[in-house]
């Protein structure tokens, strides 16, 4: 049963370093520098280079298209001595 284990922890880590592979040559905003950089760190750097990369081309958060809520002054106002 541990030769299942290690050998499906093997194959797990092939195929995310397999992905984040893919991820950095598809990087059209990095150049040869960067990306030789960066296949390195997925390579050579067993389970926290992969992550490092994931890190780095994840996709930006959408913007919510609304503004935020100013936040009520409410009695804070009447305290501040604004109406001496």
Same mark, same amino acid.
């Given at each position: 049963?541990?030769?299942? =284990?290690?050998? +499906?922890?093997? *194959? ?5 370093? #397999?992905?984040?592979? #893919?991820? =950095?040559?598809?990087?059209? +905003? ?14 050579? =750097?067993? #389970? ?5 990369? +994931? ?14 809520? %100013?936040? %009520? ?7 501040? *001595?604004?109406?001496?």
């Amino acid at each position: 049963m541990r030769v299942e =284990v290690v050998v +499906f922890a093997c *194959g797990l880590y092939t195929l995310v370093s #397999i992905w984040a592979t #893919i991820m =950095v040559i598809a990087d059209e +905003f990095s150049n040869r520098w960067q990306k030789a950089a960066q296949l390195a760190l997925v390579w050579c =750097v067993p #389970i926290l280079g992969p992550l490092v990369v +994931f890190g780095v081309h994840r996709k930006a958060e959408k913007p919510s298209g609304k503004y935020r809520q %100013d936040v %009520d002054a409410g009695e804070d106002y009447g305290r501040s *001595g604004a109406d001496d």
